[in-house]
């Protein structure tokens, strides 16, 4: 297929590399131009903007846009909306908040334009290892992306088969899943993260215990002077808590165990409060999520070496640097 990539950052570029891998082809466009020129030295289209993107594209048009969630996103998103046609396809691949999705979803479809929302996990691993996405919109316009989706999906790889699975959705073991109309993807990947916050600050806080071991604020007989880097790598060897949270964290301290490229200072990109958000209408308690969001937000006055896990993991999955005042 041929598509439009608009934002070519940490993951747009990737995507479209990994697209073009695949024997599809795209036309790219940012605003930095470099980047632009960059992906085309590796076999992109070049637009000079969003109108001369879609006049690249074969009808049906398929524009995915990878840019931050917000107003670039809004903006790109209506933009688009403007200068392309009925039966054209704008896939949001971000983060974007699920209510957002479907209110540009009633916006665009009375243009006869379809939007699809894409939840897209990988970070900056995706082009090698693939992308896990989650799906909202309508089901025959997914159906037609299909061939995207499954250059990027993961597939089967290595990973075991559940069993009892016949006559269950098969893409669902390819690493995609269509999850149901307009803002269900978001919604789904909304969650994920949600749980991601949990599972960090588990692994966040089990780490403090164990280097906080040897102080001296312990009986000398009581205290430990354990090797973290070492307790990661076990750890990933058949025990339960094993993940690629875990493989991140063990691959970090064996660079530095004391960490010392990172501050503490653990950012949130609104995934994590949305998902608050959504327990507290649906009268849902999650503690742990909620507890995993507050200890970021204390991160910024203070730092402990969990948050320094914390740091050292979200630069690992996804390349998020720390936020800098």
């Known amino acids: 297929m041929k598509l439009g990539i608009v ?8 995507i479209a590399l990994r697209l073009m891998k695949h024997g599809h082809e795209c036309v790219a466009f940012d605003s930095n131009a470099k980047a632009v020129d960059t992906l085309a030295g590796q076999g992109a289209a070049k ?27 809004e903006e790109t998103v209506m933009e688009l909306g403007r200068v392309m046609q009925r039966g054209d396809i704008i896939i949001d691949g971000g ?15 009375e243009r006869g334009i379809v939007y699809i929302d894409i939840g897209t996990s990988g970070g900056v691993w995706g082009l090698e290892r693939g992308y896990c996405m989650m799906i909202g919109g309508e089901a025959d316009a ?30 669902a073991e390819q690493g995609y899943l269509y999850c149901g109309p307009v803002g269900a993807g978001h919604f789904v990947k ?74 503490g200072d653990v950012a949130d990109s609104g995934e994590g409060r949305w998902t608050i958000d959504a327990a507290v209408e649906e009268a849902v308690a999650v503690p742990v999520l909620a507890s995993s969001l507050f200890a970021r937000f204390r991160s910024r006055q203070s730092h402990t070496f969990g948050e320094k896990i914390l740091s050292a993991m979200r630069f690992g999955f996804g390349g998020h640097t720390e936020r800098k005042e």
């Open 7 to 14: 934002g070519l950052g940490r993951m747009g570029g990737n």
């Open 142 to 171: 997914v159906k037609h992306i299909d061939p995207i989706l499954s250059a990027l999906a993961p597939g089967l790889g290595t990973i075991p088969r559940t069993p009892n699975r016949d006559g269950r959705n098969p893409t």
């Open 190 to 263: 909304m969650i994920h993260n949600g749980i991601e916050y949990g599972m960090m600050q588990a692994y966040a806080e089990g780490f403090d215990i164990l280097k906080n071991k040897n102080s001296t604020a312990l009986q000398e007989d009581q205290r430990f002077d354990l090797n973290i880097g070492d307790i990661a790598e076990v750890w990933r060897r058949g025990s339960v808590v094993t993940s690629w949270l875990l493989d991140l964290t063990a691959t970090a301290l064996a660079k530095d165990e004391a960490l010392s490229t990172f501050s």
């Open 95 to 109: 983060n974007t908040m699920y209510k957002d999705d479907i209110r540009r979803a009633k916006v665009l479809r």
């Open 47 to 73: 637009a000079s903007g969003l109108a001369d993107m879609v006049k690249q594209l074969p009808s049906p048009r398929i524009v995915w846009v990878m840019l931050p969630a917000g107003n670039i996103t």
